[in-house]
């Protein structure tokens, strides 16, 4: 009787609430499970300490509220089998341990129940655990969601495509031997059901110098390996392979052919059944290995050197194999390996490289084509994980997306490469920052609980450094890659000093002081990223950023029967006369989208750190560990969370839990949830300022007041089982007295008796929770149907939770800059209040803009609205001059010879740029300086002032509606001092033309012609200039007598 009754109703059945508040009581043993239970919330060593706790008990997971934190075992745990996958099931958040189960399911219900796309980001240091951790969620997914037969081979798919990328992707470096070496995140779709039908993925920047060139301690992509030690004979004979990784260049530059914790022959056959898996034919997989072989074999191609420094190959047996395996002609791409096509006045001619032009030539063709074929890899299986089924649109599915991208790196020499994933980790602390804050402020907002701002360092500072148009580091790369002349590494870093020297996360050498200096080269510059500070050697940049490889080789690739090779190198590419976007740029867009994906899904976060760099189990190394905790912003994301209340619950999951503490709430409390709680509170003693009762959540400040509630639970949890049996007994005594039975009988109708009597309080609980239930949906579906009526009592429920829906969607997502035109659609009783708030929110956007302009920026925007009214539609170079900034003068004091300023006398130049002046009659080009003053144009020559044409004078400006810089100033033929027209060519003829018209206040008389221009030669003799378009730029005076200018087109009309 004793044992069938012994549960104290307010546990109820159910069993997983206890485990999780047995942990509460463990605390001391093993820490709080959520950091918000921290009494010291913002002392570091507190936090660390409850990490290392847990950690030495193997539990790896610890919230910061919704956020998880993981620190990376170093050993296979028991805590990933199927009985957990159904132990984190359907269950709340809160209820179970902290597990990274825990937070697949609670995104997945959301996803469901609020249909709102979600998407996981997972951080961390390099070894960290992130792509481990991503697989654990596609691994829960793929195990606990519903499945048909379609939906199988989809799930099998998703799963195998793992393999697949991390051997063409991952690598072993210093820090991990499994390092991912791009940065991928992939969409999970799912059906209206829940189960998963589709996938796609977006690959981020592949390491591609790895391809030809490992640190000591390092190796190349896992599949070389996995081919050489793994293929058949018969594979590596056709190939013509050894299977000896010493044999081939690429593979013996870090010295490190065998990683123990490897096996590459067995990864080998994974991935080959992966490959299968996904749908590669064995044609298609064939192609592939054959370009993988290839690259080995290009690492091998030697070169020496004639006495006239030119380069030859010397090693002919690697260039069969490779006009084999490429499918081209061996003695074209012999050629193209040695030497260069150059045009030169309109001819195409061959230039014989020297032997460090084609060692460079073979390494960039090796990079595109490993770099191009990863690509391919992406979409090809994007294809195969491409929904299929016609009934049903990939636009109705729901998304999951896992974003496991490189972590923060430094190295003891950072590159390029570090730089763009260092700031991909910037961007991703800036989602975070924008959306944890966020959330938390939506959740007080939400529950009509007062917002208290908190401190933290916001990193936007850095982001824009790095990506800040014209003035960012990228900006300032580019403008050094595609300018002509003698640009280099160091004329980049000379250029940043200039630009970004002042800026209080950049240093340099040449800026720092000279304690610093000693720790950084003559080459490097110094960002003082959110994570730490890293210096970065600017030697490659360019060459990275360019990412070149010779026309002739990409033309031998064009020609290439591999079937992968001619969708990787794409003829038109030879043909497009267009510089292709450097890689930094191509970068920045391409995080700049993967920002709106990420904003546009409701994320959840799990933030792996790294215990040890000796990838050893059990070992806690401190140090590292601080520094994670305080670049991953953990602190703050907890002071945060903390800033108000530590504990927050919903009413009746607190009530129910905690009634049986005050007699006015135990067995049952009728009224209104709120009061329950309230009354509940008071009677523990909890103080004013302990507390908060939000719209349906109640909300504790402090843990200790939690822990003390607890632990009086605990308490009465013990007196209640003794007297129930106590009542019981007593009850079941009388019973049999009164009614005289014989024993063993009475027993068991005595325990029917009180079973029946449970049993009904139960039921009768239970209708009632129905009952509400149908009618909050009865409810809501009148309201439905009375939706188009004027207010009424019958949709007033509704009306409201659309209006109240509405607005919040809004606040998610007001747009941001004035250029963001996206507004939510509102319910038709809200058009005209959604109009309003448009209005006002684009004029606030407008005035906090208009309020942050420069003078110098506002000067700026008004010359560039002077050369759109000018120029735009109607002159072809012009919108290739928009993002170039106008500049003050193009001729400074020391430009000038000084008899010529002296000659100005008090005229003072307003504006100075090097022309090219045309003689009026045998059109010789002499180089003059055009200055521009209050009241003249001048045209210089040398020491003389040779023309000067008054404003007042000038009548007109023609100009081509070409690429070329020529222009026409008309002035009046009578004038005798004047001798005609002044033909002029400029560099920069949108801005010299502009500042002309804004001087002389000319706007309106600038003419752009068509065709040709007509000026006069001197009294009343006329010339011409022809314009016409062809491939490159030339002024000739053609046969006609004419000026012919031919001038590239750059733009399609
Ligand atoms: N939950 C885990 N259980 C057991 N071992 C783990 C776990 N997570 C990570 N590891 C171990 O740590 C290694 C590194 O993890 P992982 O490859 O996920 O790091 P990463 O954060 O993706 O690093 P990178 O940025 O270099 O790609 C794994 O190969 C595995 O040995
Ligand atoms: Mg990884």
Redesign the pocket.
């Known amino acids: 009787l004793c044992l069938s009754v012994s549960l104290s109703p307010a546990v109820g059945s159910d069993g997983v609430r206890v485990m999780m508040e047995s942990a509460l009581t463990a605390r001391d043993r093993v820490g709080v499970q959520d950091f918000v239970l921290l009494e010291n919330h913002t002392s570091e060593v507190a936090f660390i300490e409850n990490l290392r706790k847990r950690f030495k008990e193997n539990l790896?997971y610890t919230y910061i509220g919704s956020v998880l934190v993981?620190v990376?075992?170093?050993?296979?745990?028991e805590i990933y089998t199927k009985q957990h996958m159904e132990r984190y099931r359907g269950v709340n958040f809160y209820e179970v341990s902290p597990h990274i189960y825990a937070v697949s399911d609670n995104a997945y219900r959301s996803m469901r129940t609020e249909r709102r796309d979600q998407c996981m980001l997972i951080s961390?240091?390099?070894?960290?655990?992130?792509?481990?951790?991503s697989k654990?969620v596609l691994q829960y997914y793929a195990v606990t969601c519903p499945a048909s037969e379609q939906v199988q081979t989809v799930k099998d798919r998703l799963l195998q495509s793992n393999p697949v990328l991390e051997a063409f992707g991952?690598a072993k470096?210093l820090?991990?031997?499994?390092?991912?070496r791009f940065g991928k995140y992939m969409d999970i779709q799912f059906d209206f059901r829940g189960a998963p039908v589709g996938g796609h993925i977006l690959n981020y920047l592949l390491e591609k110098s790895r391809v030809v060139h490992q640190s000591h301690g390092e190796r190349n992509f896992h599949i070389f390996y996995q081919l050489i030690e793994g293929g058949e004979e018969d594979l590596l004979r056709r190939l013509g392979l050894e299977r000896n990784t010493q044999q081939y260049q690429y593979l013996v530059k870090g010295n490190c052919p065998k990683v123990s914790?490897i096996n590459d022959r067995s990864d080998w056959k994974l991935v080959r059944k992966a490959l299968s898996v996904i749908g590669f034919s064995d044609d298609d997989v064939e192609e592939l290995l054959n370009i993988i072989a290839s690259v080995l074999h290009l690492g091998n191609v030697q070169f020496g050197g004639e006495d006239s420094g030119n380069a030859y190959i010397t090693t002919d047996t690697q260039i069969k194999y490779l006009a084999r395996l490429l499918g081209v002609d061996g003695s074209v791409l012999k050629e193209a390996l040695t030497h260069k096509k150059i045009t030169a006045k309109g001819e195409e001619l061959m230039s014989p490289l020297n032997q460090e032009q084609a060692s460079s030539a073979r390494d960039a063709l090796s990079k595109a084509i490993y770099g191009r074929t990863f690509t391919w890899l992406v979409n090809k299986i994007n294809d195969s994980l491409a929904f299929k089924d016609d009934s049903f649109s990939s636009k109705n599915a729901s998304v999951i997306g896992l974003l496991?991208i490189?972590?923060f790196e430094v190295f003891q020499n950072n590159s390029f490469e570090q730089f763009c994933i260092n700031y991909c980790n910037e961007k991703l602390q800036q989602l975070f920052i924008e959306l944890t804050l966020k959330s938390e402020q939506e959740e007080y907002e939400a529950e009509g609980i007062t917002w208290e701002p908190v401190q933290y360092f916001n990193n936007k500072i850095i982001c824009d450094l790095v990506e800040e148009k014209f003035k960012g580091i990228i900006s300032i790369l580019d403008e050094e890659c595609l300018r002509p002349g003698d640009a280099s590494d160091i004329t980049f870093l000379e250029k940043l000093e200039d630009t970004v020297g002042g800026h209080v996360h950049f240093l340099s050498h040449k800026l720092a002081d000279g304690k610093t200096r000693k720790v950084m080269g003559r080459d490097e510059f110094r960002l003082l990223h959110y994570a730490g500070e890293v210096n970065y050697s600017v030697n490659g940049f360019l060459d990275k950023n360019n990412d070149l490889l010779f026309r002739n080789l990409k033309e031998v690739m064009c020609m290439s029967e591999n079937k992968i090779l001619t969708q990787c190198f794409d003829r038109e590419e030879l043909t497009d006369r267009k510089r292709p976007e450097t890689t930094a740029t191509q970068f920045k867009n391409s995080l700049a989208k993967l920002m709106e994906i990420l904003m546009s899904k409701e994320p959840s976060y799990v933030r792996?750190i790294k215990p040890n760099d000796a990838?050893q189990a059990g070992r806690f190394d401190e140090v590292l560990i601080r520094h994670q905790v305080k670049y991953l912003g953990l602190m703050e994301n907890l002071r945060v969370r903390r800033a108000g209340f530590a504990y927050r619950r919903r009413y009746e999951v607190f009530l129910q839990r905690y009634k049986s503490l005050c007699p006015d709430t135990w067995p049952n409390w009728d009224g209104r949830l709120v009061d329950g709680v309230s009354t509940l509170v008071k009677h523990l003693g909890y103080k004013p300022e302990e507390y908060k009762l939000g719209r349906s959540k109640i909300f504790i400040r402090f843990p200790k007041t939690l822990f003390a509630t607890e632990d009086a639970l605990e308490v009465r949890k013990h007196s209640l089982e003794k007297s129930f049996h106590f009542v019981c007994l007593c009850k079941c005594y009388v019973f049999l007295v009164k009614k005289e039975i014989a024993q063993p009988f009475v027993y068991r109708s005595a325990a029917i008796l009180i079973q029946a009597w449970w049993r009904g309080i139960l039921a009768r609980r239970r209708a009632q929770r129905r009952r509400e239930a149908a009618d909050t949906i009865r409810r809501f579906i009148k309201g439905f149907m009375y939706r188009h009526q004027p207010r009424c009592p019958e949709n007033e429920y509704f009306l409201d939770y659309v209006r109240y829906s509405f607005l919040m969607k809004l606040h998610r997502n007001l747009p941001k800059t004035v250029l963001d035109k996206s507004w939510p659609t509102p319910p038709p009783a809200l058009i005209e209040t959604s109009e309003h708030l448009r209005k006002l929110c684009m004029q606030n956007m407008v005035w906090k803009y208009c309020k942050t302009i420069s003078p110098e920026w506002k000067h700026q925007l008004e010359q560039k609205m002077v050369a759109s009214e000018i120029f735009k539609d109607k002159k072809d170079n012009y919108p290739q001059s928009v993002p170039k900034l106008f500049v003050g003068t193009r001729l400074n004091g020391e430009d000038i010879n000084p008899k010529v300023l002296q000659a100005l006398g008090t005229e003072k130049m307003k504006y100075g740029v090097p022309v090219t002046k045309y003689d009026r009659k045998g059109y010789k080009a002499r180089a003059r300086q055009m200055l521009l003053t209050g009241s003249s144009v001048f045209i210089v020559e040398d020491t003389k002032l040779k023309q000067r044409i008054d404003y007042s004078a000038l009548k007109g400006i023609s100009v081509s509606s070409l690429s070329d810089g020529m222009f026409v100033l008309h002035v009046p033929c009578e004038d005798n001092k004047q001798k005609g027209d002044v033909v002029l060519q400029s560099d920069h003829v949108i801005e010299t033309l502009t500042k002309v018209a804004i001087c002389a206040d000319k706007i309106n008389s600038i003419n752009i012609n068509q065709g040709s221009i007509k000026f006069t030669v001197s009294q009343g003799k006329e010339g011409i200039i022809d314009f016409t378009s062809g491939s490159e730029l030339l002024i000739a005076k053609a046969k006609n007598g004419h000026l012919s200018v031919t001038a590239p087109r750059l733009n399609s009309r």
């Open positions: 790896i993981s990376n075992p170093y050993k296979d745990l961390g240091e390099s070894g960290a655990g992130k792509t481990e951790a654990k991952n470096t820090r991990n031997d499994n390092s991912s914790s496991d490189y972590g792996c990838k």
